[in-house]
């Protein structure tokens, strides 16, 4: 197993976890919406992997107020821990709105960063969830 730290401060976010098993990949990843102004964060996408999603690997989600979590929380903020080496797609749900990211390699022991974005000019508005927290 490899510790891991992330500092991105783009996103003014600090992350410690553990878990990466050797020979193993994993994904930091947002789930963000471009509305012409910049990038907000989609609440509530649930991420999955383009191919055998719960097969292997495990999807994460970052909530500051209780770490790792199985549900997807506000920020868009998810960690896609102990994938096989192969080229993957994320695919975030928000709401019904599905969106799919551009193809990854994920190489043994490394991590990588994945945007899955929705565009304003196919989502005019961001589509996070009415009552997501």
Same mark, same amino acid.
Do not use: H
């Given at each position: 197993?490899? /510790?891991?730290?992330?500092?991105?401060? /783009?996103?003014?976010?600090?992350?410690?976890? $553990? =878990?990466?098993?050797? =020979?193993?990949?994993?994904?930091? =990843?947002?789930? @963000?919406?471009?509305?012409?102004?910049?990038?907000?964060?989609? $609440?509530?996408?649930?991420?999955?992997? /383009?191919?055998?999603? =719960?097969?292997?690997?495990?999807?994460?989600?970052?909530? @500051?107020?209780?770490?790792?979590?199985?549900?997807?929380?506000?920020?868009?903020?998810?960690?896609?821990?102990?994938? @096989?080496?192969?080229?993957?797609?994320?695919?975030?749900?928000?709401?019904?709105?599905?969106?799919? @990211?551009?193809?990854?390699?994920?190489?043994?022991?490394?991590?990588?960063?994945?945007?899955?974005?929705? /565009?304003? $000019?196919?989502?005019?508005?961001?589509?996070?969830?009415?009552?997501?927290?």
């Amino acid at each position: 197993m490899t /510790d891991l730290e992330l500092y991105a401060p /783009d996103y003014s976010l600090r992350l410690r976890f $553990g =878990g990466l098993q050797d =020979g193993k990949a994993g994904v930091i =990843g947002v789930v @963000s919406w471009e509305g012409g102004t910049g990038y907000e964060p989609v $609440g509530c996408a649930v991420v999955t992997p /383009d191919r055998n999603p =719960g097969s292997q690997g495990k999807i994460r989600y970052w909530q @500051s107020n209780i770490r790792w979590s199985d549900t997807a929380p506000n920020n868009g903020f998810f960690f896609a821990q102990n994938y @096989s080496p192969n080229e993957y797609a994320f695919q975030a749900d928000a709401n019904e709105a599905v969106v799919l @990211s551009p193809v990854t390699r994920l190489l043994a022991n490394n991590l990588v960063f994945v945007r899955v974005l929705y /565009d304003a $000019g196919s989502f005019p508005s961001n589509p996070t969830q009415g009552g997501c927290e």
